[in-house]
């Protein structure tokens, strides 16, 4: 575990209303509040599998050693924990209360519930064709491929609600200010969508309908109530755009990015480009100043596939596919993935052998008070 330190707060007598409770305080009246710091635990990676192959997914763990300040991968997590494969085609997941991972796992119509401390999974929900899963309060809101977003109770782990049906396959979701934004991605007709929809996450009640590039596919919550939306575009002739949403609905554009990560505590967003044909670009907006830069410069990843930021210490993390072994010069979907550790600055610190399309990445951190 990787210690960080976020805050060191202490609140004087005669600024705050806060005293301590024993009059021979050798602090002489005055409350010190604990020192927050984030520990670094690790790296989840989701491996989707092939659906086409019949290659189930699977869940690695890179490994953060404190004493030995290395990084180790273990394979394989989920099936040796549960003595069972997580299943066809996991697509998403994310870190609750920093003890539970949750999966939507598509082919399997569940939402998968993960010890961390141990990797057992625990009081599945049944979700028909979850895609992707976002998190606020004591809830986690799972959009599926029946138009719906769904609601679920952590505290029960059960179902609280589900929203009225929403246009399109739903992919990706982002919790910001009370609000869901929802991206209605594509049609069963292999059309496209321009729409993201507004919920409000207490009821999940439509607000709002914004219009954005097409193919919506993922959203990120961002700080100032600002929510990042990446559209794939058609894959043809229209290309792949991140853009903004602001908390008064207005639009503008960031730049073209076929996936996305941010980084809150920096205020930065990186963005991953890999048209087809061309050689990735690797970029870093900052929403602070308004500027981009190029990232991870001199390195060569063959085919990117995920990326993520670890929230305390900046580090990027990058999932790539293998080229094919019988046709070098494309990706492999069959056989395993690696994945990529950048420093903040974008020097590559380490590669790590991880599963088959290793599509979301997850990194697991634990606060503490000292």
Not at 175 to 201: F, H, I, M, Q, R
Request: glycine residues 8%; contains cysteine; proline residues 4%.
């Amino acid at each position: 575990m990787k210690k960080y330190l976020l805050s060191l707060a202490v609140l004087l007598a005669g600024t705050m209303a806060f005293t301590s409770c024993d009059d021979d305080d050798d602090n002489g009246g005055v409350l010190i509040a604990p020192v927050q710091t984030v520990d670094v635990d690790g790296v989840y990676v989701i491996n989707e599998g092939s659906y086409y192959s019949q290659i189930n997914g699977s869940l690695d763990f890179l490994n953060f050693d404190k004493e030995a300040n290395a990084f180790t991968m273990s394979r394989n997590i989920f099936d040796a924990a549960n003595g069972r494969s997580l299943g066809g085609t996991p697509n998403n997941g994310l870190m609750y209360a920093d003890s539970v991972l949750c999966i939507a796992v598509t082919d399997e119509n569940r939402v998968e519930f993960v010890n961390v401390n141990n990797n057992v999974a625990y009081d599945a929900v049944s979700i028909t064709s979850p895609r992707e899963i976002a998190t606020e309060g004591d809830y986690i809101y799972v959009t599926a491929y029946t138009g719906k977003v769904y609601k679920i109770d952590m505290r029960t782990r059960s179902i609280a609600g589900e929203s009225t049906q929403i246009n399109g396959n739903l992919e990706g979701i982002a919790a910001a200010e009370g609000s869901l934004y929802v991206c209605t991605a594509w049609n069963p007709d292999n059309s496209y969508n321009k729409e993201v929809v507004v919920l409000d996450a207490q009821g999940l009640v439509p607000t709002d309908t914004i219009t954005v590039a097409e193919n919506p596919v993922q959203a990120i919550a961002a700080n100032g109530g600002n929510v990042y939306i990446l559209s794939q575009g058609n894959y043809y002739d229209v290309a792949a755009t991140v853009q903004c949403i602001d908390r008064n609905g207005n639009v503008s554009v960031i730049g073209n990015a076929t996936m996305m990560a941010y980084d809150e505590l920096h205020s930065k967003l990186y963005l991953v480009n890999t048209p087809y044909g061309e050689a990735p670009q690797y970029k870093v907006y900052n929403e602070v100043d308004k500027t981009t830069v190029d990232f991870a410069v001199g390195t060569t990843i063959f085919s990117p596939y995920a990326i993520s930021v670890m929230p305390c210490s900046g580090e990027v993390f990058v999932s790539s596919l293998s080229p094919n072994p019988d046709a070098p010069e494309y990706a492999s979907y069959t056989t395993d993935g690696i994945l990529y550790r950048f420093d903040a600055d974008g020097s590559l610190l380490g590669s790590y052998t991880c599963g088959v399309c290793p599509g979301t990445i997850v990194c697991r951190t634990h606060t503490e008070s000292k």
